[in-house]
Each structure stands twice: as structure tokens, then as C-alpha cells.
């Protein structure tokens, strides 16, 4: 329903500027400071998600941007509203995800003067500083279009980064203004043709070229496809980017990319052609790509491109433009790799992940074979998640979300509600750990609320097993590693949820066949002892 009269406040013009964006589905929570910004939403056709926690609705903004490409949207109120939103926008900004905060903002005469008054703040703004691309403050409707065409040229033209916009609590049922429609933007980069071509003749010259994409790749598909196939090219991925290209490829590597299995076939390469990835030791292990392999790196971050090592050819532009650019100027050949050396390497490092965390493979192995390949995962930090970062095989991309960077508990939950609302037509699980699951439970009521058949599988451990073992590891006691959990299965049926406990893995896909069929959200609760054969 964009297009009403509907902008007659401040308020209203920036729900009517997002309106104008297609954003049709926001996460917030209603205060005393910031009811204004939500006068129009009925008229103006939005739907509004009321999360338990500023928190869980950052997730779920987060969710939903990743799985669809789109920005999430957050309206929050001033002060501890904003502050319970940084961990989300701290998870969004290491991860490069397009999350849009709209908050309130004392008075512009109170702003900063620390008088003691409800919500009050020193800076908003330099909160924001630290965890976001953007902080913008709106002081009337004129200035309304500017600072949401300056938030989406920072999701849709650069390197996406959330961004934070605050209104003034007077400023915000002053008179505002029907916009006269988004502000056109600029077209993502490309690199220049002499530059495209020299990559070109780079990569024509390689002889065991190796095809790594990360995040900043997943629009790219197709293209980095096409490109590792025109090359006959092993190729890799970093989390972000898992499914960019089908993990099932013939010469997939997987997401090993630390492993040293596959690091030894790194070494034996000759050119890393790098696509939206930043190099970050969280991927390629604490000694990153092998300092003697030459890489070529595409990505539409200048500063990525100087960053984390040496780089022989930089490529300043949009994954999908650029790799088109250069397939274009790229002649097919054979594989460069016979794809038993390929298999060779990957096998070993899958071995390697699941030795080191033993008694889940079967677990992972099931898991696979019962859910759809489109299915969109939630991942929260837990061991499960850590192996299942390695070996779950993706084919598809946007279907794995983890919080990889900034790396905080209770991400899960909240992202897999975010995604499931955001892509309705497909499944969505979430993957969580005992613990975990403790910092954003009170979201378990949103997904029971809007009636999403969503999958939680909950490892429980009854302990923070990682941590526990690095304490022994490093001759530490191992102290405050455990907790008193609740009984989870009367938990989750309290707030409206089923529940199930699966004694074996034939229980397991009996339990996943209900959880997808169902009305509501269903916590099944994976012991480590009836998961491990």
C-alpha cells in the first residue's frame, strides 16, 4: 500500500521513505519514546514482528537480511533500547549484513547534557561508532530522503554495513512531507577493461588455479560457478560463503580452508583467484593463505583489498560484475585438477574435523539426509556448529547463517525467526547450544506467536564443553562451565512449542518429519549420548 498520504509527521515521512524501498516487514518494540514511528505502519501496509528483547529483534533483522539480501529493519527506542541492539549490530558489521536501526533520540536541547532524564544517553551516535557503518541524526522531513538513500547506498552500492538513523523526540510529529520517491543510486564498481584484462591473462597463465569466495560473493553464483568450471579450478569456500558453489561441485574443497589436509593442496596451487572474501583467520586458520601462493582478489571493499597479506592483483569492483567481466575474456579448458586429488584432499580434511570432535558425524550425516537441500540454517556458537561449519554440505547460497565474526551466543534463535518470516516457502531450522539458547529463549514465544514450523535442534551437553576442554587444555581448572538448565521439552511447551528428545537417529527423522509439518516451532533436544550412531 506505498504511495498513501500518509507522511504527515517526521515519523511518518521516514516510514514512508522505507515504504518506498519495498520494506514491507520490521522487527520493533514500542516504548513510550518512539509510539510515534509506528502511527503509520497499518496505512502504510508493514507488518511489525514484537521480539521479547532488543536484542533478539537485531537478530532477527540479521536473519532476515541474510537469508533474503535485503535489510533488516529495527524500530527501537532511545537509550537501553539502543544498547541492547549494539551486540546485533557489532554480529552485523563483522559479517558485512545489511541492518537498518531506527531509534530515538532525547530532545535535541537535552541530547548530550546528561540531565538525568528518562533514556538518556551521552551519544547515541558514538555508541553506534564502534558496532556500524552509519550514524545519522534526522532533524526534519527534509532531510528524511537523503539519510535513507545514504543507508541503502551502504547496503546496495558498497561493502553492506549496518546503519543506525535517529530522530530527535521533538522532532518527531513535526510536519512532515510526501517524498517524491527514493533517490535513484549509484551503480555498484567495476574494475576499468585494462585492469579486467590483465586478470585475464593472469589467470590464463595459471596451472592449478584455486577459485575462494566468502561472503561478499553470494550474489555471485552463477558467475564464480562458471568461472571455476571455465578454469577447470579447484575451489574453496569461507563460512559466509557456503553454497555460493554447490558443495556437492566435483572439484569442491568445501569449507576446510584451515584444515591442513586441505592447506598442503593450497600449497601445491599457483594462483588463489579470492572472490569477496577478507582472509580472515577465522577461514584460513592462524597462518591465513600460504604466504608463497599468488592471489588475485576481487572485492568491493578497498580497504579488504589491503588487508590480511600481500595481494599480487587487486580487483576493485562487484563480485557478480567483475567475475562476468572476466569470464568473458576467458577461454574454457580442461580441469586443471584430476578430481581424485581434489577428493583426495577434501576427505582428509573432513576426517581431520571429525576427529577432532568426535561422536557427532552420525548426527551431522542424518541431519543432512532428512531436511531438503534448500533449507536455510540458523547456527549459533556451539561445538556442533563448529564441526558443522566444515562438513554439512550447502548447495545453495544464503542457507548458512552464522554469527562467524564477531562470534556471540543466542545469534541462533532469533535469525532463524528473522529468516523463517523472510523466506516463508522454504525450511529453516536453527542449530543452538544448551547455553546458548539461554541468552535469547524468550524469542521461542515470537516463533509460537506467528506459528512458524521451525526446527530447533538444541545440543545439550549441560556444560560449555569448548571451554571446558580449552581450560584442561591450558592446565586451568575448569570452572564456571556448567549451569542449571530447566527441563527444555516443559520449557518449550510452556510458551505453545513442541518438543521432542529423540533416543536414537531413527527417532531423530521421525521427529524432523513432525517438526516440518507442524503449526509451531518444535525444540528437539539431541543428547550426545542417543546421537552418536
Known sequence: ??????????????????????????????????????????????????????????FMADGFARATGRPGICLLITGPGLSNALTPLGQAYSDSVPLLLVSTVLSRRDMGKGRGLSHDMLSQANAVASFGALSLTAEDAGEIPELVAR????FECQRPRPVHVQLPLDCLAQPGGRPAGPPRLAARPLPPPAALEEAARTIAQAERPVVLVGGGALEATAEVTRLADTLGAAVGS??????VVDESHPLSLGCTLAR??????????????????ELSVNDYGPKGLPLGLPRLRIDIDAQALATNGPVDLPLLGDARETVAALCALLDARAPRFERREVETARTAALRQAFDERPGMEALLERLRRALPDETVFALDMTEIAYLANEVFPVHRPRCWLHPVGFGTLGYALPAAIGAKLARPDVPVAAMIGDFGLHYTLAELGVACERRLPLPIFLWNNDRLHAIEKDMRRKQIAPIAVTAANPDFQQLARSFGAAAAQPASLDALDEAIEAALGADRPTLIELRPEACAA
Open 1 to 58: 500500500m506505498t504511495g498513501q498520504e500518509t507522511a504527515g509527521s517526521v515519523a511518518g515521512t521516514l516510514m514512508q521513505c522505507l515504504a518506498d524501498r519495498g520494506v514491507s516487514l520490521l522487527f520493533g518494540i514500542p516504548g513510550v519514546h518512539n509510539t510515534e514511528l509506528f502511527r503509520d505502519l497499518e496505512t502504510l501496509g508493514m507488518d511489525v514482528v514484537l521480539p521479547r528483547h532488543e536484542q533478539g529483534a537485531g
Open 151 to 154: 543507508a541503502f547506498a551502504t
Open 238 to 243: 569461507t563460512i559466509a560463503g557456503k553454497g
Open 260 to 277: 591442513p589436509a586441505t592447506r598442503a593442496f593450497l600449497e601445491s596451487c599457483d594462483l588463489a583467484v579470492v572472490v569477496g572474501s
